[in-house]
């Protein structure tokens, strides 16, 4: 068993949102939403969630760029304005998230789930969505220039 520390987690601002022991920043996180912690503006650049379970949580602004969000469940979260690009999400579940106005240019969406997704807005460029489901998502003012499906 890993040894806990000290996470905190800080806006893109530097604004300190959440602090406690935990063995990961993602157990730290997943723990915070149970909660009821809302991460709005909150920088993850290049974390790892890699199946991590944030259904629900609110992120709206925040910087998941270059993250590791392979698997991870987003299912219902707010994602509104989120920066995501360059982060692998690969199986992940986007399902009835709202993305609205959010960046995913160069991600990775093989075989993700964005059923009933709010789209709306957002930046696919250059994005992988090879097997994505968008099944009754809202992609009205998508921007997928450069995609692959």
Not at 61 to 67: I, T
């Given at each position: 068993?890993?040894?806990?520390?000290?996470?905190?987690?800080?806006?893109q601002?530097?604004?300190?949102?959440?602090?406690?022991?935990?063995?990961?920043?993602?157990?730290?996180?997943?723990?915070?939403?149970?909660?009821?912690?809302?991460?709005?503006?909150?920088?993850f650049?290049?974390?790892?969630?890699?199946?991590?379970?944030?259904?629900?949580?609110?992120?709206?602004?925040?910087?998941?760029?270059?993250?590791?969000?392979?698997?991870?469940?987003?299912?219902?979260?707010?994602?509104?304005?989120?920066?995501?690009?360059?982060?692998?999400?690969?199986?992940?579940?986007?399902?009835?998230?709202?993305?609205?106005?959010?960046?995913?240019?160069?991600?990775?969406?093989?075989g993700?789930?964005?059923?009933?997704?709010?789209?709306?807005?957002?930046?696919f460029?250059?994005?992988?969505?090879?097997?994505?489901?968008?099944?009754?998502?809202?992609?009205?003012?998508?921007?997928?220039?450069?995609?692959?499906?």
């Amino acid at each position: 068993m890993d040894e806990k520390m000290k996470i905190t987690i800080k806006s893109q601002t530097g604004e300190v949102l959440y602090t406690c022991e935990a063995e990961s920043v993602r157990d730290a996180v997943e723990d915070a939403i149970k909660a009821g912690v809302k991460f709005a503006n909150a920088n993850f650049r290049g974390a790892n969630f890699r199946g991590a379970d944030l259904s629900g949580a609110h992120f709206k602004g925040a910087d998941f760029r270059n993250a590791n969000l392979r698997g991870t469940n987003f299912r219902g979260a707010d994602l509104r304005d989120a920066d995501i690009r360059g982060a692998n999400l690969i199986g992940a579940n986007l399902s009835d998230a709202n993305l609205r106005d959010a960046d995913l240019s160069d991600s990775n969406l093989i075989g993700a789930n964005l059923i009933g997704a709010n789209l709306s807005g957002v930046y696919f460029r250059f994005a992988n969505l090879s097997g994505a489901n968008l099944s009754d998502a809202d992609l009205s003012d998508a921007d997928f220039s450069g995609a692959d499906f």
